[in-house]
């Protein structure tokens, strides 16, 4: 029997120099019942990942690619993706890594919690059954308070709230004003999160393993981790009469920039 999300599920994998690991993940995504769709969303990598990810989608009409002229953050890359959902007419909008530590198996249980009637299913770490396997100490730490910090300081529900692995449904990503998400980079996730449970949407976890990396490097940085710090405490602060004026000219401008 046909999963009830056939050809309706739109996969966004951002990449950046991820030649290692694309060929493989994509085959992997493919395989999955119910013709799940991917789209790519290269920016120019050095490594050739773009012409890789073309390669593959000239010989299968279910694979996408969107090129971008350069490397414009991981946070913008997802909203570039869920235009494309969006404008396609997808019903099921996820984003994974391209590195698997996001397992293409498990986006199944994601689909199937989205179907049930939550409006966003995270891939949680934090949440019983979860697991991280192969990650240095220092990354779990980083990690695990960057998410107390978004419950204690943004009063934020979701036990892993900075994951990457995620299916939204189409309301969500219609209802949320993509234009007036502030972060391009990795806090985009924090931001994301923050917006959708103010806004009242219902956010189910269902435990994955995430797996460390094993081909290819990290893009994080300290920058990221010093913005994702800044982007909790603006988020804090939005209540205040100038932080919501710089929101709404932050959101003309974007969409001015569109
Ligand atoms: N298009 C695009 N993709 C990006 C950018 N930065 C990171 N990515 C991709 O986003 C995904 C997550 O990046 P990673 O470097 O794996 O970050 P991470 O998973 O938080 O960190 P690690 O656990 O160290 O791998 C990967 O598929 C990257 O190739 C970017 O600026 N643009
Ligand atoms: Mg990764």
């Known amino acids: 029997m046909s999963p009830s999300w056939q050809s309706q599920a739109l996969i966004i994998v951002p990449t950046y120099n991820e030649r290692e690991n694309l060929p493989r993940l994509l085959a992997q995504l493919r395989d999955l019942p119910g013709d799940v769709h991917v789209l790519v969303v290269d920016d120019n990598s050095p490594d050739g990942t773009g012409a890789i990810a073309d390669a593959v989608a ?3 009409p279910g694979v996408h690619v969107l090129h971008r002229p350069g490397k414009l953050g991981l946070g913008t890359a997802y909203r570039a993706g869920f235009r494309y959902g969006l404008q396609h007419d997808f019903q099921y909008i996820c984003t994974m890594d391209a590195d698997f530590s ?8 994601l689909l199937d919690k989205a179907v049930e009637g939550y409006d966003l299913v995270i891939g949680s770490r934090y949440v019983p059954g979860g697991a991280i396997v192969g990650s240095p100490p220092l990354r779990k ?12 300081i943004l009063g934020i529900h979701t ?13 969500v990503l219609e209802t949320i004003d993509l234009d007036s998400i502030f972060s391009s980079g990795y806090s985009f996730l924090i931001e994301m999160a923050f917006h959708i449970e103010q806004a009242g ?10 797996v460390n990396r094993t081909e290819g490097a990290s893009k994080i940085n300290k920058l990221e981790i010093v913005k994702a710090f800044y982007t909790l405490l ?3 602060t939005s209540a205040l009469p100038w932080e919501r004026m710089m929101a709404a000219y932050h959101s003309r401008s974007m969409k001015l920039k569109d």
């Open 58 to 60: 000239a010989c299968d």
């Open 102 to 109: 996001h397992s293409p198996a498990s986006l199944l249980a």
């Open 141 to 152: 730490l980083i990690s695990y308070s960057a998410n107390w910090l978004a419950h204690t």
């Open 159 to 171: 036990h892993d709230c900075t994951a990457g692995f995620r299916c939204y449904g189409r309301a």
């Open 201 to 210: 949407f219902r956010i189910g976890e269902v435990p994955i393993t995430f």
């Open 234 to 236: 603006r988020l804090r």
